[in-house]
């Protein structure tokens, strides 16, 4: 069966408190709402499960989109959500409320898949800082995780942040939550994908190194079935040709 077009979802999701819960708001109403841009490939004939793409920080789902037609030609389902402030989706670049928010994020994006194929298994496929929110999801919620697989994690991530100011500076110069630095690991402005950037604010950057400091330590603890490619060397060879470079 022949491989169809790849199609767009706007998921409306709720806005978020600087915690990453979510903010009060009517529910029937537009304020107070986030669209998340998600782009979906159907499997080619009867679908053997769904798995959700989680990009690297800087990416968009759109630049994994060789590796989700692999995939949907062997029968999966593929989701490749961008990320809050990546993307088509909505939010400041490169910033996030922190865990809480992505990892709520993610259920929705599950959530959606569940409604389309309820019976279907769902895979988590992360890259990079987007391995260590996958981990992150299939620690606190394992059983909507049939599978786990981590492409070159960022277990132990390092960004280019601006410093804090001390002494007399402290008065002319403030840092807050969505201050940005840089996240200085490749992801580079790219004139032939304004879709990608390199930049990562403080509170997301914190919540990224409080993330590895919680999750990388359960990785064995999982009870589903994990595929850690810790290093390029280890990718399976028709991801690593299909991985945003």
């Known amino acids: 069966m022949s491989l169809g077009a790849p199609f767009v979802t706007y998921l ?55 590796a989700a037609r692999t995939l949907a030609t062997a029968g999966w389902a593929v989701a490749l959500p961008d990320l809050r402030g990546h993307g088509r989706s909505e939010g400041p670049r490169g910033h996030s409320n922190g865990m809480r928010e992505i990892l709520r994020d ?53 960004f280019e942040l ?26 580079a402005a790219d004139p032939a994908d304004p879709l990608r950037h390199d930049v990562i604010t403080l509170r997301a950057a914190e919540q990224a190194l409080e993330a590895a400091a919680k999750y990388a330590a359960r990785l064995p603890q999982l009870p589903m079935p994990v595929l850690n490619t810790a290093a390029q060397a280890d990718v399976v060879p028709w991801l690593e040709r299909s991985l945003p470079r």
């Open 12 to 66: 409306e999701l709720r806005e978020s408190t600087p915690e990453g819960d979510p903010s009060a708001g009517l529910s029937h109403s537009s304020a107070g709402l986030v669209l998340l841009h998600v782009l979906e490939l159907a499997a080619a004939g009867e679908p053997r499960g769904a798995v959700t793409v989680v990009h690297e920080a800087g990416e968009h789902g759109g630049r994994y989109l060789e």
């Open 106 to 158: 993610l259920g929705d994006v599950q959530d959606h898949l569940a409604y389309r194929q309820p019976e279907a298994p769902k895979v988590l496929l992360g890259h990079g800082l987007g391995a260590l929110w996958a981990l992150a999801y299939a620690c606190e919620k394992p059983g909507d995780v049939a599978a786990l697989v981590l492409l070159e994690p960022r277990l132990q991530p390092k």
């Open 162 to 187: 601006p410093a804090r100011p001390s002494g007399l500076f402290k008065a002319f110069k403030k840092l807050g939550p969505d201050t940005p630095g840089r996240l200085g690991f490749g992801v």
